[in-house]
């Protein structure tokens, strides 16, 4: 038991300290600012907003636990006015409200004893207009007036916005709240409403009692909205939606009937409310939010029309997985501490991507996912990057805690390589295990560790070495970076191949002080078709039997292992005389790991675009969407060069035969990644100055202007961006009509976008006003900055004005990840607008000084890109004179 001295130490530094890394979950050690002496065990909340002046009155009682005697309690607040505070109906002695802080202190007259005590309190705050805590969302109806609704989030620490609460995950208490709402609005909370009463022009809903949560959960939403809903094995499964597009959740609807049922069954336990709604809010933040009960979803993520895409159906599938995984992984068991936040974010995203995979087997999902782990492991790959478990002390760094790259695609993709290691059902087994140990409680990463430890018996790990689970793993979580691991083949007379491995730290630019060392899971396939076999590396020199020499070999086999693989010169021959013949995976590791060897100098690029071609008219998607990258990324470095032309034509020369053998149109018989590679294959001829491409797009366009149906709204994307690319003054000015005319979001997105896209600088310039002009509904407020983003590939110094002119406006829909934006984002996507000090400067003078870690990783990518691109040009020009 901690007095509220003690806690106060495990401020700061000593966090980590106190966090006691590898312990499992206990209340009394998990980190944070609040003491633990007194502790909330359920919330009766009553709150009026006033949406007119943008504040709200409140009332609120707490029981709480005293768990020593105590004359001080301190909780979270922001923005908040107390009033008639009281503890057991006697009021307190003082009240100090400090927002700096973020804290309330109350001290009473005399020491409470242990044992049960109710606080009350009246109190004012307000309704925000950026989406964190109680947000007003304005919006365009569907017959063009204006409307606004109610909507919440709280994650990560923005409950206290609402109502005053202890603001910390290992706090669980439940909730029972009561809103003032306008008449003729309806209202959803993580629980089904209890009674509504009508007084008036508003009405007064109370909603049942919560199951015990962290306070980051709570969810309420209000406005003119309609809902449809089904039952699902007792669940009542809700898509609540701005009155008249209910009926575009309708695919959602479906998709979560399916998710729910395999949840129950994967988790072995049922999912324990009475409900399940999934609220699209036009507008508001860019994601989704797993509030328990309750998830809000910005509304292009939930809601499908007629002008929808396959992508736009798969983001809504998979988005759906993401947060219905979180009902198990944050909901019903919830990290103890935020710098446990992979527990929810890396197994919400791994388990998604598996749910999605096998839902839709015609999407070839775990390929696509391919895309996201790349994009994980050049972030990874550089000297600044962070563990996926990262202390976390105040309030910034556990927004911040909520990297994309590391905490979301490389936990998912750690995951999926120790599931493929440990075989699915083992792995599933300890999952089962843990969500039941641990339900409707909290966690950290050692109770998971043990949990699949005890699922698997130490020897299931590795009978060699006789390593746990956890130590093999925590590796992975709690170290920066990722294994280059390198493989020398040796041949008997016979044949047969004995490889010896060794491994480093695999770096873009720099090299590896530290020596770090990982137990690498790898999966390895001798033989083109051959069953991947497991083998677990912990040596170096380590060595195993890898089939015959004269066959292919993978060491990363279906391209799920987290690590890169170098061969030596005789293994990579033979891969690459097979690569046409590979199974789908082990090509997709090759053209990564070649790429990326290119990319940190230790690999030349004659041989990846030996690779490349070696393609032919192959139709894998996820190859192809591999090789357009890396030509793309060689194009961009060969602009305003003298070998530009003599490049584009190589590259369009590579993916020609594939483009030709699908045509320009779509065949009735084409799988969605079928269909998805034809529209890739188009734009990148476009871009790269195809005229029979450009000439059939500018065709097209003619049509489309006069029947939008005469393009598919999946081919517009592709179409419209080369339209826009050579667009002239008046094609600019039809396709600005378009967007202007189109009323439903998903449309005006597709085509604001490809106005972005205009190559013509005049029309550049242009194009940023429209980016920032009111033309725009006010749901689109969070996508203008996609659209300056979108502009800085062809126009960066322009896109970097237009950025760092109105940073503040276009930054102020993401509250919560503004910072991170700025510090890790806004260099790697400027990197070439300015000069590099110069884009520092900026990105220095606009967030907090304890950003420097992330503002080190954004401007490592930044510098890294500008080095990348002289070398790239210089080896690809020489490559071109002497081929
Ligand atoms: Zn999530």
Request: proline fraction near 0%; charged fraction near 0%; avoid cysteine.
């Given at each position: 038991m901690k007095t509220i001295a003690s806690a106060a130490i495990c401020v700061g530094l000593a966090v980590a300290v106190c966090a006691r890394a590898g312990a499992p979950f206990s209340f009394d050690s998990a980190p944070g600012r609040l003491p633990k002496n007194v502790v909330p065990v359920s919330y009766t909340l009553d709150v009026v907003p006033n949406l007119d002046t943008l504040t709200l009155t409140g009332s609120e009682s707490v029981t709480l636990q005293f768990r020593t005697a105590s004359d001080t309690i301190v909780f979270n607040s922001l923005n908040e006015t107390l009033t008639d505070v009281r503890l057991d109906h006697k009021p307190v002695a003082t009240v100090v409200s400090n927002d700096e802080q973020q804290l309330t202190r109350l001290t009473l007259a005399q020491p409470a004893p242990p044992g049960s005590h109710t606080l009350t309190f009246s109190y004012s705050g307000r309704v925000e207009s950026q989406p964190h805590g109680l947000f007003l969302q304005s919006y365009q109806r569907l017959d063009g007036s204006p409307g606004r609704l109610l909507s919440t989030k709280m994650e990560s620490t923005d409950a206290r916005r609402m109502f005053p609460c202890w603001d910390e995950p290992a706090f669980r208490s439940s909730f029972q709240l009561s809103v003032t709402i306008p008449a003729g609005w309806q209202a959803v909370s993580n629980m089904p409403v209890a009674r509504r009463r009508e007084a008036g022009a508003n009405s007064a809903i109370t909603f049942q009692r919560s199951p015990k949560m962290p306070s980051y959960l709570v969810e309420f939403s209000a406005g003119e909205l309609g809902h449809i809903n089904a039952s699902s094995d007792g669940v009542d499964l809700g898509v609540w939606a701005a009155r008249g597009r209910e009926q575009d959740g309708a695919i959602a609807l479906a998709n979560a009937r399916q998710i729910l049922a395999d949840y129950d069954d994967y988790f072995g336990y049922r999912y324990p409310l009475p409900k399940l709604d999934s609220i699209a809010v036009p507008g508001g933040f860019g994601g989704a939010m797993e509030n328990w009960g309750a998830i809000t979803y910005n509304d292009q993520l939930l809601l499908l029309s007629a002008s929808s895409t396959v992508a736009n159906r798969q983001r809504v599938f998979s988005v759906q997985a993401h947060e219905m995984a979180h009902q198990w992984n944050g909901d019903l068991v919830t990290m103890g501490w935020w710098d446990d936040l992979w527990l929810n974010e890396s197994f919400a995203s791994w388990r998604a991507a598996k749910e999605t995979d096998q839902r839709n087997p015609s999407w070839k999902w775990w390929q696509l996912q391919d895309a996201d782990k790349e994009v994980a492991m050049s972030a990874d790959a550089r000297l600044s990057s962070h563990a996926i478990q990262q202390h976390v002390s105040d309030e910034l760094q556990a927004a911040n805690a909520f990297d994309p790259e590391i905490t979301y695609s490389k936990g998912q993709a750690v995951l999926r390589m120790f599931e493929a290691y440990l075989g699915p059902d083992r792995f599933r087994s300890g999952v089962r295990r843990y969500i039941r140990a641990r339900a409707f409680s909290n966690a950290s990463s050692a109770d998971l560790w043990n949990a699949l430890s005890v699922a698997n018996?130490?020897?299931?790990?590795?009978?060699?070495?006789?390593?746990?689970i956890g130590a093999v793993a925590s590796g992975w979580t709690e170290q920066p970076g990722f294994p280059l691991v390198s493989v020398a083949a040796s041949c008997d007379a016979a044949g047969r191949r004995t490889v010896s491995l060794s491994q480093q730290r695999f770096l873009l630019r720099g090299s590896d002080a530290a020596a770090s060392h990982w137990s690498v899971p790898l999966q390895v396939r001798a033989g083109i078709h051959a069953t991947p076999f497991s083998m677990l590396l912990t040596s170096d020199g380590q060595s195993g039997a890898a089939g015959r020499c004269d066959e292919p070999l993978s060491l990363n086999a279906d391209a799920i292992g987290f690590y890169r693989t170098r061969y030596d010169a005789a293994t990579y021959r033979t891969n690459a005389a097979n690569f046409a013949a590979l199974e789908d995976g082990d090509r997709i590791a090759l053209l990564d790991d070649q790429w990326a060897l290119v990319e940190s100098g230790q690999g030349p690029l004659r041989d990846y675009l030996a690779l490349a071609s070696s393609m032919g008219s192959g139709l894998n998607t996820r190859s192809w969407q591999q090789i357009a990258a890396a030509l793309g990324t060689l194009e961009y470095a060969e602009r305003g060069t003298a070998g530009y032309g003599a490049f584009t034509d190589y590259a369009r020369s590579i993916i020609k035969p594939a483009a030709g053998r699908l045509g320009p149109a779509p065949a009735p018989a084409d799988t969605p990644d079928v269909q998805e590679l034809r529209r890739l294959l188009i734009g990148d001829l476009g871009a790269w100055g195809d005229q029979d491409v450009i000439d059939d797009a500018r065709r097209r366009f003619g049509l489309f202007v006069g029947d939008h149906s005469a393009i598919l709204p999946d081919d517009q994307p592709h179409i419209l961006s080369v339209v826009a690319r050579y667009a002239d003054a008046a094609t600019f000015e039809l396709l600005h009509a378009i967007a202007r005319q189109a009323k439903d979001e998903t449309e005006q997105q597709r085509y604001y976008s490809a106005l972005m896209d205009v190559g013509d600088p005049q029309l550049a310039a242009q194009a940023a006003q429209i980016a920032l002009s009111p033309e725009l509904p006010p749901q689109a407020a969070r996508w203008r900055l996609a659209l300056v983003v979108r502009l800085a590939r062809e126009h960066g110094p322009l896109a970097f004005r237009t950025f760092t002119d109105n940073a503040e406006t276009l930054l102020s829909p993401n509250p919560k990840y503004a910072p991170l934006i700025t510090a890790q984002y806004v260099p790697a996507w400027f990197w070439d607008a300015v000069p590099p000090d110069q884009l520092e400067a900026w990105v220095r003078a606009h967030v907090p000084g304890q950003m420097a870690p992330n503002v080190a990783r954004g401007m490592e990518t930044a510098r890294f890109r500008l080095s990348e691109k002289d070398a790239l040009l210089a080896e690809a020009d020489d490559w071109l004179r002497h081929r």
């Open positions: 018996g130490a020897s299931a790990v590795n009978a060699a070495s006789g390593a746990s």
